[in-house]
């Protein structure tokens, strides 16, 4: 489709010659250098064989042979691409629609290195705060030990000390030569100056002398004298110096932090030792019982066995334990669990127990057993710990666990040290939670209102706003810093990465994404073309697969793959500028130009049945209530970040499968619920991969190949040999 190119034009253009991968058809074409391409057409038409399979992996290939066979083996292995010739193409970088993060670890923090830039950032800017009083902890320096003298004793004489620990053994005898030896002539004693080169009057030596450094004058002219003699003050003294005025008042300095642990990179890190919680390791949640699990079916009565733990043979002495109480306490046992009110189910959970009590969980369980009293399923579960030594035991137990929030550190993932770092008020994890378009305005304060700033840390807040004003502009205001990454779609995923790429610098790089706008509302979208734009003027060339009609009409070309899909498809139908040539046979291009367009329908579904969603709480959503109509085909809309996946996930689907007890990764979101009797099921169907064995076919996950092969045992070959399905 495009002009033949010889290798005299490499440098301007990524010429492409046979390219034959997948579903292409040996395909000639160049694409420019420098600018913006984007890869559109119907679904299966051999975009991204074109886009990520040819030229990515090309690109790819090619940097990763660039290194030693030794580090080349830490890499994957990747394949060359079925193309006769590829000339000119820069290293590559895919950006795709996959989210591929499993661990906890992985925050959005983290992805963006935000995180790396803020634990920088605290060590030299934040205030410490007294756990116990709340005052400000300030180290003391040379620097702030004279401005404090310059307020309070100016023109006025002053002693400079500092003080040295004596041994319980020494006698005046020994310390006053000692010290008139090593040129020291004054102690400071009992708000006395004694010299050490005369007899001692002192019969007896404190644990503690403080020895006179310097005898001067607070001025002007002996600033230069005042910050070398607190210096040395600060040395000798190993971090403590004092200062006595005239008056004999006497006031101590220190460079230590005490009570708080001295601020380094390291203790804002949740991912090292120093600054990681010590309960938690750095994940911010503990593994533990979670006694919601021991109750999956709220539809059941606690007679006809909703807690199912007490089902077996191992609880059924629990379950008659229970029954027996509930009579005792006055609760009815057939009566399903969602009947029952918050104070009884909290009973049936916890038992008797008291929260006040010094003893622990297990010693309040055997005591309540003991008693005859209700010890609750949390007491039954506290016993099964006791076996967990037993291999049956444990595989029970592990039916029952959940990731909890740690409660030494409240899911903040950092020591408490790290917590008494303040910087406008706010400690680190709480600017880990604020969102980023709240966080970007903070930090916008800061510079503004510290304007005499050292080059280190501007160059830190630089950073950190710039980034952040980049996933603003994509779009991705509404997350926070804590968001786990591996909890982010696959959209989000992408837009994340393609910030990341825009806050590295990178210059004369190759990307390729794979539609940046799914999920963006087109009030975001124009920012996102800005962010690319951006991407490209700084050199860099980009092919991006979109179907979007705004980022077609701001690309520097449009290639559209067609005409059809699978073998009938593979071939570009346009390549040029985004403009409606309705001469052209490119779908794609009468879509654009209105000349063909997807009708409305005419009639409307009508529903009978609602599914009412009351005081509904999660993320930025609060106290929402909604009714979602049955029978239906709905769809949840609104711009980027207004709740429309909270809404969906943590509020409707674990909700709805908690109520059929299926098992769920996450505790449902707060909500009223009614109207699940007209249901009989739910499904989530999401951007995760359905399998990643290379054994998984599309017919194996529909359960066809079953059937076929059910159809090949019947054939007479098969009976023959006595083949069974």
């Not at 699990?293 to 089902?311: E, V």
């Not at 990307?511 to 003027?537: A, C, K, Q, Y």
Request: glycine residues 8%; positive net charge; charged residues 25%.
């Amino acid at each position: 489709m495009s002009k033949k190119a010889g290798p005299n034009s490499s440098g301007k253009a990524i010429f492409i010659r046979g390219a034959r991968q997948h579903n292409l058809k040996n395909l000639d074409l160049e694409i420019p250098v420098g600018k913006i391409t984007v890869v559109t057409g119907p679904s299966g038409s051999g975009k991204s064989s074109l886009a990520f399979h040819t030229l990515y992996a090309e690109g790819q290939r090619r940097y990763v042979e660039t290194f030693s066979p030794y580090v080349r083996q830490f890499f994957d292995r990747m394949d060359k691409p079925e193309v006769d010739r590829i000339d000119g193409i820069p290293p590559a970088i895919a950006i795709e629609q996959k989210n591929t993060i499993r661990t906890t670890r992985s925050t959005v923090g983290t992805l963006t290195e935000v995180n790396d830039y803020l634990k920088l950032l605290y060590p030299r800017l934040a205030k410490g705060f007294h756990p116990k009083t709340g005052e400000e902890v300030r180290p003391d320096n040379p620097k702030s030990i004279l401005e404090w003298v310059t307020l309070n004793h100016q023109d006025e004489n002053i002693l400079v000390l500092f003080p040295i620990p004596v041994p319980s053994d020494t006698t005046p005898d020994d310390l006053f030569p000692f010290l008139n030896s090593q040129g020291y002539l004054r102690i400071y004693l009992d708000d006395k100056v004694i010299r050490t080169d005369s007899a001692p009057s002192l019969k007896k030596l404190p644990r503690e002398v403080l020895i006179i450094q310097d005898r001067l004058k607070v001025t002007v002219r002996n600033k230069s004298r005042l910050t070398e003699s607190f210096e040395q003050a600060l040395a000798l003294g190993k971090g403590t110096a004092a200062v006595s005025s005239a008056e004999g008042v006497l006031k101590t300095f220190t460079t230590s932090w005490a009570p708080l642990v001295k601020p380094t990179p390291s203790l804002f890190s949740f991912n090292s030792p120093l600054g990681a919680c010590n309960n938690c390791r750095g994940f911010g949640k503990v593994i533990g019982i979670d006694l919601d699990k021991a109750i999956p079916n709220h539809l059941i009565s606690l007679r006809k066995g909703a807690i199912k733990p007490f089902q077996g043979e191992r609880g059924e002495d629990c379950q008659r334990d229970l029954l027996k109480n509930c009579k005792e306490a006055g609760i009815n046992p057939n009566l399903r669990w969602n009947e029952l009110d918050p104070d009884q189910q909290r009973w049936v959970k916890y038992g008797e127990r008291s929260n006040k009590s010094p003893l622990s969980s297990l010693e309040q369980s055997e005591a309540l057993w003991q008693e005859g009293r209700w010890y609750g399923i949390q007491g039954f579960f506290d016993w099964l710990e006791t076996k967990a030594y037993k291999m049956h035991v444990r595989v029970f137990l592990s039916r029952y666990r959940a990731y909890t929030e740690c409660p030494e550190c409240q899911g903040t993932r950092l020591q408490p040290n790290a917590l008494h770092f303040k910087i406008l008020g706010k400690t680190l994890p709480e600017l880990w939670h604020i969102p980023l378009d709240q966080l970007l305005s903070f930090f916008e304060e800061i510079t503004a209102s510290h304007a005499s700033l050292d080059k280190t840390t501007d160059l830190v807040l630089h950073e950190i706003t710039s980034r952040l004003s980049y996933l603003c502009q994509v779009g991705l205001g509404y997350l926070s810093l804590d968001r786990q990454a591996r909890t982010l779609s696959g959209g989000e995923i992408a837009r994340v990465n393609l910030t990341t790429c825009l806050g590295s610098a990178l210059t004369q790089t190759l990307f390729v994404l794979d539609e940046p706008t799914v999920g963006l509302h087109h009030r975001d979208i124009n920012r996102l073309t800005r962010v690319m734009h951006n991407l490209r003027d700084k050199g860099n060339t980009l092919v991006v697969v979109e179907h979007d009609e705004a980022v077609m009409h701001q690309a520097d070309q449009l290639i559209d793959m067609g005409p059809e899909a699978g073998e009938h498809g593979g071939e570009i139908t346009y390549q040029g500028p985004a403009k409606t040539n309705l001469k052209n046979k490119s779908l794609t291009l009468q879509y654009l130009s209105g000349k063909k367009s997807i009708p409305l329908p005419r009639k409307l579904r009508k529903t009978r049945a609602h599914l009412s969603i009351k005081e509904a709480s999660a993320n930025n959503i609060s106290n929402l209530s909604l009714d979602l109509p049955l029978g239906v085909f709905t769809c949840l809309t609104g711009v980027s970040g207004s709740g429309k996946s909270t809404l969906a996930h943590p509020i409707i689907y674990n909700n709805l499968a908690r109520h059929f007890g299926l098992s769920i990764d996450d505790e449902p979101a707060p909500a009223k619920i009614t109207g699940t009797d007209e249901l009989r099921g739910v499904e989530l169907i999401d951007q995760s991969p359905l399998s990643r064995t290379p054994r998984s076919t599309p017919a194996v996950l529909l359960g066809a190949f079953e059937h076929i092969r059910q159809l090949l045992s019947l054939t007479s070959s098969a009976k023959r040999d006595h083949l069974t399905p």
